[in-house]
């Protein structure tokens, strides 16, 4: 049966793919404001329904719009996610063969690392074992400041993470190629970088720090979900996400941009 889609979730559709990702807040002020201009039925709690009706229009196309949480402030984020390509070849339109070989080795170093981090120095020296081409430093810094635009890395104090868009959209290419390295979070289940781990040799499960601040919340004796052992992290606090009642002006410009785009 082929599936009607009104403006609005055109519009909503537009929007996302023009941002790449949307932190959840963002999503539900978009939703919002496509279904009050073109007098779509609206709840406030009905964005993930609204979401699985594109979902059947793209279907076929093998694409989804999915839903993700960030490891590093555990709010939710919506990605439109290509099904067909699930690996890095999905870069190659955007990135020479050497841009990729760098992400791909600053993936190596990240995934390889205890905390989920690459630090800047590390990277750079990766240039220089490139097999493609090898970069200069000015050329790798752009590269790297690229990655860092597009949503596929962040940085942080000279720190490098795999950013929630690359998570998501590279989750089943890092499982496979990182299947012995990578580990689920085991209150969520979704790939763990940066996290807390067990302390108990025979365990070790991982935490995402957000879920431990949720899951170990307002407990005075910390136990282990899997082994019942001490649970000797530093409890963070929970992060929320501010209350949004009107458009930001970045979400407002996308929506806009899409639009014109759609009228040309």
């Given at each position: 049966?082929?599936?009607?889609?009104?403006?609005?979730?055109?519009?909503?559709?537009?929007?996302?793919?023009?941002?790449?990702?949307?932190?959840?807040?963002?999503?539900?002020?978009?939703?919002?404001?496509?279904?009050?201009?073109?007098?779509?039925?609206?709840?406030?709690?009905?964005?993930d329904?609204?979401?699985?009706?594109?979902?059947?229009?793209?279907?076929?196309?093998?694409?989804?719009?999915?839903?993700?949480?960030s490891?590093?402030?555990?709010?939710?984020?919506?990605?439109?996610?290509?099904?067909?390509?699930?690996?890095?070849?999905?870069?190659?339109?955007?990135?020479?063969?050497?841009?990729l070989?760098?992400?791909?080795?600053?993936m190596?170093?990240?995934?390889?690392?205890?905390?989920?981090?690459?630090?800047?120095?590390?990277?750079?020296?990766?240039?220089d074992?490139?097999?493609?081409?090898?970069?200069?430093?000015?050329?790798?810094?752009?590269?790297?400041?690229?990655?860092?635009?597009d949503?596929?890395?962040?940085?942080k104090?000279?720190?490098?993470?795999?950013?929630?868009?690359?998570i998501?959209?590279?989750?089943?290419?890092?499982?496979?190629?990182?299947?012995?390295?990578?580990?689920?979070?085991?209150?969520?289940?979704?790939?763990?970088?940066?996290?807390?781990?067990?302390?108990?040799?025979?365990?070790?499960?991982?935490?995402?720090?957000?879920?431990?601040?949720?899951?170990?919340?307002?407990?005075?004796?910390?136990?282990?979900?899997?082994?019942?052992?001490?649970?000797?992290h530093?409890?963070?606090?929970?992060?929320?996400?501010?209350?949004?009642?009107?458009?930001?002006?970045?979400?407002?410009?996308?929506?806009s941009?899409?639009?014109?785009?759609?009228?040309?």
């Amino acid at each position: 049966m082929a599936v009607t889609l009104f403006d609005s979730h055109r519009r909503f559709l537009q929007t996302i793919m023009c941002n790449g990702i949307m932190e959840g807040s963002k999503a539900k002020a978009v939703h919002r404001h496509c279904c009050e201009v073109y007098h779509t039925p609206y709840t406030d709690d009905s964005l993930d329904e609204f979401i699985d009706l594109i979902n059947s229009y793209l279907q076929p196309l093998f694409m989804q719009i999915r839903k993700g949480m960030s490891e590093d402030d555990g709010l939710q984020y919506y990605t439109l996610v290509n099904m067909a390509e699930t690996d890095i070849t999905r870069m190659s339109s955007d990135y020479a063969d050497n841009e990729l070989e760098l992400f791909r080795k600053t993936m190596d170093l990240i995934v390889d690392s205890e905390n989920g981090t690459a630090s800047s120095t590390d990277v750079l020296n990766c240039a220089d074992s490139l097999q493609t081409k090898k970069m200069k430093k000015k050329e790798t810094e752009q590269v790297l400041s690229r990655l860092v635009q597009d949503k596929w890395l962040n940085e942080k104090h000279g720190e490098y993470t795999l950013s929630t868009r690359c998570i998501m959209e590279m989750e089943q290419y890092i499982r496979n190629i990182y299947q012995d390295l990578v580990k689920s979070c085991a209150i969520c289940h979704n790939i763990a970088f940066q996290s807390q781990m067990c302390c108990n040799p025979s365990c070790g499960i991982k935490i995402h720090i957000p879920c431990a601040a949720r899951y170990y919340k307002g407990r005075v004796d910390p136990r282990c979900p899997a082994c019942s052992k001490f649970w000797p992290h530093e409890i963070p606090a929970i992060r929320t996400s501010s209350q949004v009642s009107t458009l930001s002006p970045p979400v407002a410009s996308a929506i806009s941009t899409s639009q014109s785009r759609r009228m040309r």
